[in-house]
């Protein structure tokens, strides 16, 4: 049996995660460039600021995460079966979403609000876009947007979500 959602959903995963090429080297190598200060996600199951799930950032503020200063949902969003490919299980598209909740530490706001977001913005388009070969069953053709809700006042915090939506075809033959 194959779990659709996951086979897109784990793909990203792994490209976000690379100790060499994800978005932990992207950002620490970035930082400086975009005026931004570096921080790093941990990956790992036990992580306090990765979910794998559509999480709501007020719930997860209610809950033991806390953002230092991102909290990161991986989740898969839609599937269409297309029957693309005949006599196969399923031969569609399998959309894949990330949230990025990012924090800043202080109450009054910081000049320069702009320069964290614009790097996960454009860490994420390379992340998605570098020249990779995804696993087998798996295409990617390009289809990523990628954006920032308003800066707003959290409860102790100024935060922004940024967004992420990747496109994939899937191809599951039958067994």
């Keep these: 049996m194959s779990i659709i959602s996951a086979i897109a959903r784990d793909a990203v995963y792994v490209r976000l995660a690379d100790p060499a090429n994800g978005l932990n080297p992207l950002v ?34 209610e809950s033991a995460a806390r953002p230092n200063p991102v909290l990161v949902c991986l989740y898969g969003e ?33 000049h320069n609000m702009e320069a964290p977001i614009d790097l996960l913005k454009d860490a994420l388009v390379e992340i998605f876009n570098r020249a990779a070969a995804w696993p087998a069953h798996l295409s990617y053709n390009g289809e ?5 809700s308003p ?14 939506q990747a496109a994939f075809q899937v191809t599951i033959y039958q067994s």
């Design 28 to 61: 620490a190598s970035w930082s400086a460039a975009y005026g931004a200060t570096p921080f790093a996600v941990d990956w790992t199951a036990t992580s306090p600021n990765f979910f794998i799930g559509n999480l709501d950032l007020g719930d997860l503020l």
């Design 151 to 164: 800066i707003g006042r959290g409860a102790q915090h100024w935060q922004c979500l940024v967004q992420a």
């Design 144 to 148: 990523v947007s990628v954006s920032a």
């Design 78 to 110: 839609a599937l269409m079966n297309q029957n693309r490919v005949k006599f196969s299980k399923f031969a569609g598209s399998a959309n894949v979403g990330l949230k990025i909740y990012y924090t800043w530490p202080h109450r009054e706001p910081a």
